[in-house]
Every structure is written in structure tokens, then in C-alpha cells.
T-cell receptor, first 115, second 114 residues
Framework: DTAVSQTPKYLVTQMGNDKSIKCEQN?????MYWYKQDSKKFLKIMFSYNNKELIINETVPNRFSPKSPDKAHLNLHINSLELGDSAVYFC??????????????FGPGTRLTVL | LAKTTQPISMDSYEGQEVNITCSHNNIATNDYITWYQQFPSQGPRFIIQGYKTKVTNEVASLFIPADRKSSTLSLPRVSLSDTAVYYCLVGDGRDGGSQGNLIFGKGTKLSVKP
């Protein structure tokens, strides 16, 4: 009965590879996010989707491409992985856009290590 | 974007009350104040949110003075399991709104000792 789940939990890969991280939420929420937490523990938003539509696309390399097949899923595909992409990636969801409610539900994170 | 400033770290002992203060001098009229908790190797978890005065839930209390330029998260009788990083954020909660959707700073690393 996990609310927000991510797979895989750990991902180790070589530079230049392409990889995907999957996220699913069973909360019925309309809005989903991807965050990146670097080695210095800064947690920064990357993308936001509302009902399968891209709402926010922060300044991230275009090697990162989110895909939302339905409002319960938001996957993150990364092309040509670089060393600097090593981080923990968190998926999150929220009931709706426009509400004065800052409660987001975060997944357990995916630790990506690029060698 | 309203910037927040909070202590980098705090130490406490079990059973004590812990108060973590956050400064947000540029808070906008529509901004709410939200606190999150993050344990190692886990995603952040929502603790409490408020607009003004005092908010209390089963986990914590949030005190917000009239000018709203600061806020204080109060954790009553902490235990070892409260050791975590605590983030203070301000924003209006709308995607694309003033807070740019939850900008997390470095937070306050709370260490609770026996």
C-alpha cells in the first residue's frame, strides 16, 4: 500500500548510458514531481506534471526527459549519463495544482551512481 | 522567491523541547510556511504548515509572529528517532507560484542524544 513508489532504488551505470527511473503514486493525486538531491544535500525540483501535462521544467539538461503515461505515473529518462548526474532522485505527488497546500508526498528515492 | 534562513545544525537531548527558527523576511502575502523532515536515505516528509499565529498537530507546533518574517517549529519531548534534517519552506503552493514549488535549502540537521 505504498503511496509513492520508485524503481529502481539503486542504479549504478557507466557514463554515456541511457537509463530510466519509474515512479508511481496510488494516492489519486493530479500533480507529480521529480527532484534531484545532490551530494551536498540540496534538494531541487526538476519537473512538475499536472494530469499528464508538463507544468514546470526547471533548468535541467535536455538529456533529462520526463514521461507521464497517465496521471499516476511519471517516469524520468536520462540520456548520455554524466558523472555529475550522480545523485538521489525523488519523485513526489500532490493532490492538485492551485491549492494553497504545500504538502507533497515523496517517494523513497533512487540513488543513481554514474561511473 | 522568498528565501529562508535556518541554523545549519542543532543538538538536543531526549525528552527536551526543540525549537527551530526560520527567517523569511521577504515572505509574500499569499505564502504559507511549511516544514518538512528528512531522515537519511528517505524522501522528505511533511510535518506542518501554517499561515499565521499558531498551528499544532500530533507531531509539532508552528509559531508564526504577526509580521510573518520568521517562524518557529517546536518539537515537544524529542526522542532519538527525531534525529533528522528539518526544512523550512515558504510559498503559495501553486505550481509556478511564488515559491517555485518547494525550494529546499540545506535545512537544519537536528541531532538528538541520549
Amino acid at each position: 500500500d505504498t503511496a509513492v513508489s520508485q524503481t529502481p532504488k539503486y542504479l549504478v551505470t557507466q557514463m554515456g548510458n541511457d537509463k530510466s527511473i519509474k515512479c508511481e503514486q496510488n494516492l489519486g493525486h493530479d500533480t507529480m514531481y521529480w527532484y534531484k538531491q545532490d551530494s551536498k544535500k540540496f534538494l531541487k525540483i526538476m519537473f512538475s506534471y499536472n494530469n499528464k501535462e508538463l507544468i514546470i521544467n526547471e533548468t535541467v539538461p535536455n538529456r533529462f526527459s520526463p514521461k507521464s503515461p497517465d496521471k499516476a505515473h511519471l517516469n524520468l529518462h536520462i540520456n548520455s549519463l554524466e558523472l555529475g548526474d550522480s545523485a538521489v532522485y525523488f519523485c513526489a505527488s500532490r493532490p492538485g495544482q492551485g491549492a494553497f497546500d504545500n504538502e507533497q508526498f515523496f517517494g523513497p528515492g533512487t540513488r543513481l551512481t554514474v561511473l | 522567491l522568498a528565501k529562508t534562513t535556518q541554523p545549519i545544525s542543532m543538538d538536543s537531548y531526549e525528552g527536551q523541547e526543540v525549537n527551530i527558527t526560520c527567517s523569511h523576511n521577504n515572505i509574500a502575502t499569499n505564502d504559507y510556511i511549511t516544514w518538512y523532515q528528512q531522515f537519511p536515505s528517505q524522501g522528505p516528509r511533511f510535518i506542518i504548515q501554517g499561515y499565521k499565529t499558531k498551528v499544532t498537530n500530533e507531531v509539532a507546533s508552528l509559531f508564526i509572529p504577526a509580521d510573518r518574517k520568521s517562524s518557529t517549529l517546536s518539537l515537544p519531548r524529542v526522542s532519538l528517532s527525531d534525529t533528522a534534517v528539518y526544512y523550512c519552506l515558504v510559498g503559495d503552493g501553486r505550481d509556478g507560484g511564488s515559491q517555485g514549488n518547494l525550494i529546499f535549502g540545506k535545512g537544519t540537521k537536528l541531532s538528538v542524544k541520549p
